[in-house]
């Protein structure tokens, strides 16, 4: 959430990034409202107790002058002001409970250069990269490919665990390690720390990355308990430093985020309910970056360009955009999105789709979650905290196979990824996979049997 004081000290500007955001700026002056309430109630309160204190004390000297009269009349007004504190008191957390409830509905403050729009058909195309492959025969989707090639098991998930639910298996496996591994290679390269995380948190550390009303079509709750899965590695990760003050020197912190994502997807009803696009769980690897405030643009360029050269290393064409001022979320200030050309999208005319998502939140998570670092001069600021997708796996493996397919029915694997491939090159189909075995068995027993031979003739001669 935003920091009190910067609403505070400048409402305007608050304002005014609400109206960009087409959110309604009144809310502002909700909050400071609230704030000047809680203020006066709070005043009244520490009043109220210093009277206690008063009347406590003139209790005391009532008494050792054996003033019973007096003793008694203070008393009573000892226990109306214990009343009037209690009331107090309560209106006090009320007014301190709705305002920070409040202040948590207020969106970050947006970059200025977040380009104007409504919804995500106004998100603003930054630069595409790579050609768009061309297919001299009728293409196939990821599911039709999947299936054929068995790679995936739509129906048997559907049956054990419902929809948006599946299997993979065989080569699909291997593609979901192979881009994981290139993934977290390439980020370890340039010093990102690689950290697994757990599955589950609680309400606090989880609510310093997202705001739960918000996330309520999102987030899986674990029933009876204070747990919830998480829908990325970001929530565990950005909890990683809660209620710490780092060293300057410690800054940046890069970590390579090593998790499954859980998602209930119930916001997005009838979208891509067919295949393994949109779906309840998958893996991901991602970036996550604690720094000082005046290098978290630097960071946040980084970020994007790590993301960018794994996709050209793997030869998958992209697009970048900019998301804007009517579709960013609450604690973006910034976004860029790569979206990835999926051939078998758009009744297989094609069509980008988002793969990865770019963000620098400023201090928006670290003021909820009380992350402040301390300058070499003494003071103390809250970090930066930004993250960005390196890769998940479900939609490059559908960009793979869509993009990489031949006209055998087959799917070629990116250059890049075979030293994780166990030494396939190419996905085919089980049959012809099958003799191919045998031709390489046959052409074994066939030169066993010429060097058998050659061996016996050399052994004649001699």
Known sequence: MLDLNYIREHPEIVKSSEKRRRHDPA???????????????????????????????????????????????????????????????????????????????????????????????????????????????????????????????????????????????????????????????????????????????????LEGGVNLSEFQDTIYKIENED??????????????????TLEEKELPFKICGVSACFRKELGAHGRDTKGIFRVHQFNKIEQI????????????????????????????PFRVVAICTGDIGNKQALQYDI?????????????????TSCSNCKDYQSVTLNTKFLRKEGNKEYVHILNNTALTDTRPIIAILENFQTAKGT?????????????????????????????DNDKAKTNKIIKAKSTGKAKKKK
């Not at 979206?339 to 793969?355: C, D, I, L, S, T």
């Open 27 to 205: 809310i502002v002056d909700k909050v400071l409202n609230l704030d000047l309430e809680w203020k006066k109630e709070l005043k009244l309160m520490e009043e109220l107790k210093h009277k206690r204190n008063v009347v406590s004390e003139e209790i005391n000297q009532a008494k050792k002058q054996k003033n019973e009269t007096l003793a008694v009349e203070k008393i009573t007004e000892m226990r109306t002001v214990a009343e009037n504190i209690k009331k107090t008191e309560e209106k006090v957390n009320s007014f301190l409970i709705e305002r920070n409830a409040t202040i948590k509905t207020i969106g970050n403050i947006l970059d200025k250069t977040v380009p104007e729009g409504n919804d995500e058909n106004e998100n603003k195309e930054l630069r595409k990269v790579g050609k768009i492959p061309k297919f001299n025969f009728p293409i196939k989707d990821h599911i039709e490919l999947g299936l054929e090639l068995d790679l995936i098991d739509l129906e048997t998930a559907a049956k054990n665990s419902g929809a948006r639910f599946y299997y993979l298996k065989n080569e699909a496996v291997l593609l979901s390690q192979a881009l994981q591994r290139f993934a977290i290679d390439r980020l370890l390269k340039k010093g990102y720390t690689v950290i697994q995380t757990p599955y589950m948190l609680n309400k606090a550390a």
């Open 227 to 244: 747990l919830y899965l998480i829908g990325t590695s970001e929530h565990p990760l950005v909890a990683l430093k809660k209620d710490q």
């Open 289 to 316: 970056v604690y720094c000082k405030p005046e290098d978290s643009e630097k960071f946040f360029q980084e970020m994007e360009r790590n993301s960018e050269e794994m996709f050209k290393e793997l030869g998958l």
């Open 339 to 355: 979206e990835a050309w999926f051939p078998g999208q758009n009744e297989k005319k094609g069509f980008y789709r988002e793969v």
């Open 411 to 439: 799917v070629k694997i990116p250059k890049a990824l075979w030293p994780y491939m166990s030494g396939i090159k190419e996905i085919k189909k089980k049959d012809a996979l099958n003799k191919d075995k045998d031709k």
